[in-house]
């Protein structure tokens, strides 16, 4: 099962949809507007992606209007600014079991798909 975190208003994040949709993929659509990662989603998705700090999204508004360009927060902080705000999470997150990719990695996808 491909799952898919990111938000509606996220262009990566449709984008990533409509090109498992265009393939016949069904895929899970987290909304992380509406509900946020578990702990162990978090680590076991940042394991792959090389660490939370990877995961946080610092060109992003919800990042400035938090302040955290000031405070430049590291290692346990930033996950539980993930864990309690998902909102600054880097999107789209694509998921199938252990493989995870951050973005928009069309060539990634259809490896996952000449697998199955």
Request: proline share 6%; aromatic share 6%; charged share 30%.
């Amino acid at each position: 099962m491909i799952q898919i975190f990111g938000t509606k208003k996220c262009p990566e994040t449709r984008k990533a949809e409509r090109w498992f949709k265009e393939r016949g993929i069904k895929v899970q659509s987290i909304d992380l507007a509406r509900k946020a990662m578990s702990p162990g989603e978090l680590r076991s998705v940042a394991s792959k992606l090389g660490g939370v700090a990877n995961l946080l999204d610092t060109d992003g508004r919800r990042y400035t209007d938090r302040g955290l360009r000031h405070s430049a927060p590291t290692g346990p902080r930033i996950e539980a600014l993930l864990l309690e705000d998902p909102l600054l999470l880097r999107t789209p997150i694509v998921r199938r079991g252990k493989d995870a990719t951050l973005g928009h990695h069309p060539d990634l996808w259809a490896e996952w798909l000449a697998e199955r």
